[in-house]
Structures are given as C-alpha cells and as structure tokens.
C-alpha cells in the first residue's frame, strides 16, 4: 500500500559535527533543554518511500510554512532512555516497544509506517557516535525522541504525501524540575484528555498540546501536575503524561495494586506495562522483587476518584503513584479533588511500599544491575 515502506538501514549516511559541544555537568540539566551533537532523518515520498537515512550534526530543520504537521498537526512521538554502565556499556530499554507504538500512532493520523527493527539499528548508531553524552550518575540517562512529521506542503486535509522521521537526543536527570519528590495533583474536571474513538491512546503531538491548558491550570492553583479525572464518575485515567497506579489495603493483608484497563483512552505505556509484568510476576511467585513485602493481587480495572477518596477516609489508601518514561516512578503525596485536599500516604523517601521496590528493580533492570532480556545492548 501507500504507507508501507521498508527503511533500510545498511545504506546510512554519517556526517559527523565538524562543531562538537561538551556535554554540561549533569546536575545543571533541565529535562529536554539540552541536545547532543548528531540527530538522525530519514525521510519519506509516498511515490518513493523511505529515503536514504542520514545521520548529521543536530541542526534546524528546512520546512516550507505549508507543511502539513504545521497546519493539521501531523506530528507523532516516542520517547525512551538509553543508560550507560560504569563498565561503558550501554543499553536501550524495550526499543521494540516504542517502534510498535510509533507505527500504531502513525497509521491513526494516516501516515507511513515503517520497520522498526531499521529504525532500531539507526538509533544505536546515533547513540553510539554520541555515547559520550550519556551521563552515567544514578539518576541519569540519554533520553531519546523518534519523531515523525508530515512535510508535505499542501493545505487540503488529507494522508500527506511527504514525511520525516527524526531522532534527536537529550541528556536528562529528573523530570520534575524539583527532583525525584512526591508530586501534588490536582484534579482535573473541566477538560478531558481524552475520549473513545479519539486519539488518547496514541503517542501524538495534539494529545500533548491540549493537555498543557489543564497543567498550566494545575499549577496556578499551586500544584505540580494535573490528575485526569474522566466522566461523570471521574474515572483516574492518567497522571499529566503518565499513567496512573493506586493501591489498596484489602482483606487478609492483601494489597491490591490498580491501574486503568487499555481501553481506547489510556495511552499504552512501556512503564505501565513493565511495572504490571514486573508485579504480576512478583504476585504470581515466579519473580521475588526486594524488599516487596506485600501479598499482591494485579488489577487492570477502572477506578474513580469516589474510591479513592473512600479509601483515603478509610486508611485503605497505601499509595498512588504516575509512571511513564521520563519521570519512571512518580510518587503522589496530594490530590486537589473538587476544593480539598486528599492526602495520600508516602513513605519517610517519598515513596511507598509498592513504588519504592517496584521502581529500584525497573531501574535496576534499566540500569544493567539486574540482567533481562528487556535491557537491550547498544
Ligand atoms: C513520559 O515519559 O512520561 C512522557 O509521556 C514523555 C513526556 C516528556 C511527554
């Protein structure tokens, strides 16, 4: 068909920087705000197909002001970290996954797809000509961006013939510009993120631009983050960009940890579906996470904010908490729901009982402390 196209990665062009920068001491990084010296395109006709891929100095892009990702927000997006051992190796995290993703969100806004084992390949080369960026601190990692815009310059709505994938690199540390703290929410009535049939559960720019009003809205009543409350019964759907997980004291000394069911308006995220395997493995007793003490039982079920709230009135609130690529684990500490303040249990580091050994065994899988097939070498 139009959209299908194979990349190939063997005929790859490198240019390096004549012009390359030091990479700035971690601790001044602010998340996204710093690039490294190459990026890769590849770009795409729909009479030709993928084009030579090329990897080149970081640089503006040449875009005619009639291209289509500026007028119809052709624009779609991934974003995954790669880390770097003491020993120097370095790994990506579950590439495979953002390259289904991607090609997901780019056959929902009708644009091409693409093998994403090419797109792989070209990535590790990328990040092995800018290894050096990779800031090796606990903490600390290269956050990758695959990006995919219509080029086409044509303003009838239609498939753009004419398209660019991109992969830039930017060294990060925390996401949240106060560190690695538990977040207050607020929640979020007025707008929705998004709606069945819509684009929530697909990794695209315009899902990311109407969110903003809702944050912005958040911290002018003075919290971090905005909780998406969605419908009638305010169901928790998601955590700003990342999705959300509450856990429960039940019966027998069970905890019951839950997050919202993959059904049209949660975006299926990595995070959300490693932190799911990784606990359903640990209740199923064939992983033992550290110092996960709890007896689990794993729900993918919807969940509302009436609940939560009677949980959090019944001390059968343990924790709530975002997760997604850039932040990992976000633990939550407050909830602004409709003029009060809900308090929601942390632990003496901010994290919870769940949280803190569910995140210390995802980052030690992502930092190479703890070996599976998930860390992938660069
Ligand atoms: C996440 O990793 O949580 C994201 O959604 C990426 C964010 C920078 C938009």
């Known amino acids: 068909t139009?959209?299908?196209?194979?990349?190939?990665?063997?005929?790859?062009?490198?240019?390096p920087s004549k012009d390359p920068k030091t990479p700035p001491p971690p601790s001044t990084l602010v998340f996204g705000?710093?690039?490294?010296?190459?990026?890769?395109?590849?770009?795409?006709?729909?009479?030709?197909?993928?084009?030579?891929?090329?990897?080149?100095?970081?640089?503006?892009?040449p875009l005619s002001p009639s291209a289509t990702v500026f007028h119809y927000a052709h624009c779609l997006f991934e974003g995954l970290k790669a880390y770097r051992e003491p020993s120097g190796k370095v790994t990506l995290f579950r590439p495979d996954m953002n390259m289904k993703r991607m090609n997901t969100s780019a056959e929902r806004v009708a644009m091409p797809t693409f093998n994403g084992d090419a797109v792989i390949e070209l990535m590790k080369q990328l990040i092995r000509l800018d290894k050096h960026w990779i800031p090796e601190e606990p903490g600390y990692s290269l956050y990758i961006?695959?990006?995919?815009?219509?080029?086409?310059?044509?303003?009838?709505?239609?498939?753009?013939?004419?398209?660019l994938l991109f992969v830039i690199c930017s060294p990060v540390g925390p996401y949240y510009p106060q560190g690695f703290k538990p977040v207050a929410l607020y929640g979020t009535t007025e707008y929705t993120r998004a709606s069945h049939g819509g684009i929530g559960a697909y990794?695209?720019?315009?899902?990311?631009?109407?969110?903003?009003?809702?944050?912005?809205?958040?911290?002018l009543q003075g919290y971090v983050q905005n909780l998406w409350l969605h419908g009638p019964q305010h169901h928790i759907t998601e955590v700003g960009t990342m999705n959300a997980?509450?856990?429960?004291?039940?019966?027998?000394?069970v905890t019951e940890l839950v997050t919202p069911p993959l059904d049209g308006i949660i975006l299926p995220g990595v995070t959300r579906d490693s932190v799911l395997a990784l606990a359903r493995d640990h209740a199923a007793g064939v992983l033992k996470i550290p110092e996960l003490t709890d007896k689990l039982v794993v729900s993918e079920r919807p969940v509302t904010m009436i609940e939560v709230k009677a949980a959090a009135q019944l001390g059968e609130l343990v924790e709530f908490f975002g997760v997604g690529t850039a932040a990992v684990v976000s633990p939550v500490d407050r909830i602004g729901y409709l003029g009060e303040d809900l308090h929601i249990p942390t632990g003496p580091d901010g994290m919870g009982p769940?949280?803190?050994?569910?995140?210390?065994?995802?980052?030690?899988?992502?930092?190479?402390?703890?070996v599976h097939p998930w860390s992938v070498d660069v």
């Open 145 to 163: 961006r695959p990006t995919m815009i219509g080029t086409q310059p044509a303003l009838g709505i239609a498939p753009p013939k004419e398209a």
């Open 354 to 370: 769940l949280s803190r050994p569910l995140w210390k065994y995802l980052t030690g899988i992502q930092t190479g402390a703890i």
């Open 33 to 61: 705000h710093t690039f490294t010296d190459h990026m890769l395109s590849i770009p795409w006709r729909a009479d030709s197909g993928w084009g030579t891929p090329k990897i080149q100095p970081y640089a503006p892009l």
């Open 245 to 253: 997980f509450v856990a429960f004291k039940r019966d027998n000394g």
């Open 2 to 15: 139009l959209h299908d196209g194979q990349i190939q990665a063997s005929l790859v062009e490198v240019t």
């Open 203 to 219: 990794k695209l720019g315009a899902n990311y631009a109407a969110g903003v009003a809702a944050q912005k809205a958040a911290a």
